[in-house]
């Protein structure tokens, strides 16, 4: 998204990939924004749900978190839930770490 730019919500979707013992990935409204203000494709998604850089973690209750380390200093995070039919992706977070540190004040 480009600064300036207008706001468009776009739908969410369904896309048919197998992931995780399931046929079907739901990428609700929110997902879709979150990954078009972050600039994080549909494959990147599907590759942290695929193969997580950590094991997958609780979120909130009936929620998972799962973490990909893109490259050293970019981190993708997915929030999803595990439906009986599907994976609904709830959220998308995008991470990018600073090279340097802050110097600390004395």
């Known amino acids: ?9 776009e739908p969410g979707k369904v896309l048919r990939v197998s992931v995780l013992g399931y046929e079907k990935v739901e990428l609700l ?5 979150q990954m078009r203000i972050r600039e994080v494709s549909e494959g990147e ?8 850089s950590f094991p997958v973690q609780e979120s909130r209750e009936g929620r ?7 490259t050293v200093r970019s981190q993708i995070k997915v929030v999803y839930e595990e439906l009986p039919d599907r994976i609904r992706v709830i959220t998308v977070i995008a991470k990018v770490r600073r090279l340097v540190e802050r110097r600390r004040r004395k």
């Open 1 to 9: 998204m480009k600064p300036g730019e207008p706001f468009r919500r």
């Open 64 to 70: 998972k978190l799962a973490c990909w380390n893109k």
């Open 45 to 52: 998604v599907i590759r942290t749900l695929r193969n997580p």
């Open 29 to 33: 409204r929110h997902a879709i924004d």
